[in-house]
């Protein structure tokens, strides 16, 4: 069983940055593809971004792109979050989450369904004040 252990959350205005980690247990982080999700007070948890196993493929929910990038380090087991050019809207709990399956190229359909993910760490709050 895996365990993801997020960082980095915290306070800031509108127009901050904040960097997320997401640490993994285990020896095969690296075969898995990673997400980020969200959840905002009484809504449903967000898909916010997604990377593939090796790096090379990343997808974004629109209201983040140009502003939030994942990236992952493979040597260190942990998937990262940069945001930049944060709005109130993006206050939320993040969490980090692993693909159900390793090893296989998945599309942005895919990787939005939270359902495909079944190994989720604990969270961080992020918020944002205008």
């Known amino acids: 069983q895996v365990r993801l252990v997020e960082s980095g959350g915290g306070s800031v205005q509108a127009g901050g940055s904040l960097r997320l980690s997401c640490a993994a247990s285990?020896?095969?982080?690296?075969?898995?593809?990673m997400g980020w999700f969200r959840q905002a007070p009484e809504k449903e948890r967000e898909f916010v971004a997604g990377?593939?196993?090796?790096?090379?493929?990343?997808y974004y929910v629109d209201s983040v792109k140009g502003r939030f990038t994942i990236s992952r380090d493979n040597a260190k087991n942990t998937v990262y979050l940069q945001m930049n050019s944060l709005k109130p809207e993006d206050t939320a709990i993040y969490y980090c989450?692993?693909?159900?399956?390793?090893?296989?190229?998945?599309?942005?359909?895919?990787?939005?369904?939270?359902?495909?993910?079944?190994?989720w760490g604990q969270g961080t709050q992020v918020t944002v004040s205008s």
């Open positions: 989450a692993r693909d159900r399956s390793l090893g296989r190229s998945r599309n942005a359909s895919y990787y939005s369904n939270r359902a495909n993910f079944d190994s």
């Open positions: 285990g020896r095969t982080f690296s075969s898995y593809n």
């Open positions: 990377i593939s196993w090796n790096g090379g493929v990343t």
